[in-house]
Nanobody, 125 residues
Framework: QVQLVESGGGLVQAGASLRLSCAAS????????MGWFRQAPGKERAFVAA????????DYADSVKGRFIISRDNNKNTVALQMNSLKPEDTAVYYC??????????????????WGQGTQVTVSS
């Protein structure tokens, strides 16, 4: 069983930056592909970013490309999402997710077996 705990959410103004972190336990972290998803009120959960087990491969939703950066530290068992130039439309609950079955989990939420509890990010205009 994998446990994921997110942190770093908050309320910021448009244009600001936030860094989300997700700490994993319960399994060798380098065996997990990781991803970030978000869910805005009244909307379905949406892909944000993904990173492969080694960290060499990453992918981003078009809406965050060039503003967000996903990274991981396999020594510290953490994955981070650096969010820059935040916009009000980035407001959502952000979830960390782990895929134990693939080198790279990709954009599909169904690939990820484990999820954190979520952290709220609110961007005011």
């Amino acid at each position: 069983q994998v446990q994921l705990v997110e942190s770093g959410g908050g309320l910021v103004q448009a244009g600001a930056s936030l860094r989300l972190s997700c700490a994993a336990s319960g399994r060798t972290f380098s065996s997990l592909a990781m991803g970030w998803f978000r869910q805005a009120p009244g909307k379905e959960r949406a892909f944000v970013a993904a990173i492969s087990r080694s960290g060499r491969s990453t992918d981003y939703a078009d809406s965050v490309k060039g503003r967000f950066i996903i990274s991981r530290d396999n020594n510290k068992n953490t994955v981070a999402l650096q969010m820059n130039s935040l916009k009000p439309e980035d407001t959502a609950v952000y979830y960390c997710a782990a895929d134990p079955n693939r080198y790279y989990g990709g954009i599909y939420a169904t690939h990820y077996d484990y999820w954190g509890q979520g952290t709220q990010v609110t961007v005011s205009s």
